[in-house]
């Protein structure tokens, strides 16, 4: 008899693991609006649109349960992730810092990165940090709010790239890989090659991690590799060729919700998938994530060049002049390149108590020329973006939950 209920245990189990993703529900939404995305949709293989969008309702005890709808969902399709694996280094580098706590080493610890193979560059100071030098907490406010491209960089090499790519599979983010650092140029031999790193508190150094090499592939089966007509190569000569993107990093966009799920609802995910992060972790995440950049003293910016929506593509575009709503916050990581834009994010309205999940990739390059920094960006990506956002606002605040959801734990305080 017990071996009858653990099979219907370990069934239904299964079974509600593998419910399947709603197709239908999105493609009769975006159609029923076409003023909105008529122009986008009609062109398929030009915008390449991904959507994954997820419901969460609340149970009475306040744990996240969820409803997901996907539109042209493809992990094996090809899109370049840009900035948005960042999220990925945030969460790992967090774990390992954890992992090694034993030695004294914490986010807040003096990071001082080294060099120990042609093209790596060092790093001994950071004015930008109140403290004045770097550290693993300072590298993730700098990722989170406006997706420093050297932050990521050096969360990178500590993490290492082999611990990286393992990470992405014991988290089940199969359809993924990180495999270089972002907008140095660097490929092939370079990238398997990280820093050696020392930690110090104070004067004492506390943990010493030495240059590492890692000598693995990470294959994909990936389609749409190779893409447009030509593309402008170091010299800004045009080579008339499709541009390869065989060995860039790959974030599919399911993963992508995945890990901010996780990040978000831990509690929705079985105690050995939760991340090792501490409280504190997890405050830091949500608050950097969901802040500003005008809101940021350490980091200060220039809201001229980051103003307070500038990465939130879902729901506000990239208008300098949008309008906030104070009951409102985005926790997000983009990525915009190559003409792709790319927005993953958990919503939340306090005063409607309004939460979602909402993942989506555009792309536009009309002139099929790569690195010329000719995309249109403006008139097709991030209107399309800010009218999904809205869109699946709208729906939301129609919709009708059994429980009220408790969203207190997203209330940050942005003062630090």
Request: proline share 4%; charged share 25%.
């Amino acid at each position: 008899m017990k071996k009858v209920v653990f099979i219907l245990f370990h069934l239904f189990g299964l079974s509600a693991m593998a419910q399947k993703t709603d197709t239908v529900f999105l493609k009769k939404l975006l159609a029923s609006k076409p003023e909105l995305f008529q122009s986008v949709l009609n062109h398929p293989e030009q915008n390449q649109v991904q959507i994954l969008y997820t419901q969460i309702d609340r149970d009475a005890k306040n744990i996240a349960h969820f409803k997901t709808f996907s539109y042209n969902l493809n992990p094996n399709h090809y899109f370049y992730p840009a900035s948005t694996v960042k999220l990925a280094a945030v969460v790992f580098a967090l774990e390992k810092v954890n992992r090694l706590k034993s030695t004294g080493l914490t986010s807040k610890s003096m990071m001082i990165t080294d060099s120990a193979y042609k093209g790596q560059t060092k790093v001994l100071t950071d004015l930008s940090a109140k403290e004045g030098f770097p550290s693993i907490e300072h590298y993730i406010k700098k990722i989170l709010l406006t997706s420093d491209n050297d932050a990521f960089n050096r969360l990178y090499e500590f993490i290492g790239r082999a611990e990286i790519n393992a990470k992405l599979k014991q988290n089940g983010l199969n359809h993924s890989r990180i495999l270089n650092r972002l907008a140095i140029g660097d490929a092939g031999e370079s990238a398997r090659h990280t820093n050696p790193i020392k930690f110090y508190n104070g004067k004492k150094l506390v943990y010493n991690q030495t240059a590492q090499y890692d000598p693995k592939n990470y294959d994909l089966s990936l389609s749409n590799l190779v893409m447009g007509k030509g593309y402008l190569d170091s010299a800004d000569n045009l080579v008339n060729k499709p541009f390869s993107l065989v060995d860039k990093n790959a974030f599919a966009i399911n993963d992508q919700q995945k890990l901010m799920q996780k990040l978000i609802c831990p509690a929705s995910f079985p105690t050995k998938e939760q991340f090792n992060f501490t409280a504190e972790d997890y405050k830091l995440i949500y608050t950097y994530m969901s802040k500003f950049p005008t809101e940021s003293d350490y980091p200060k910016y220039n809201p001229k060049e980051f103003w307070p929506t500038y990465a939130k593509m879902l729901y506000y575009g990239r208008e300098k002049d949008a309008v906030l709503d104070s009951n409102i916050r985005i926790f997000n990581k983009y990525g915009d390149s190559y003409g792709f834009i790319i927005d993953n994010s958990y919503f939340v309205d306090f005063k409607n108590n309004i939460e979602y999940f909402l993942t989506a990739v555009i792309q536009s390059n009309d002139d099929g020329i790569f690195n010329d920094n000719k995309y249109e960006y403006d008139t097709v990506c991030f209107p399309f973006m800010k009218n999904l956002g809205r869109t699946i606002y709208d729906l939301e605040i129609k919709r009708n939950k059994t429980h009220q959801a408790d969203l207190s734990m997203f209330k940050m305080d942005y003062s630090w």
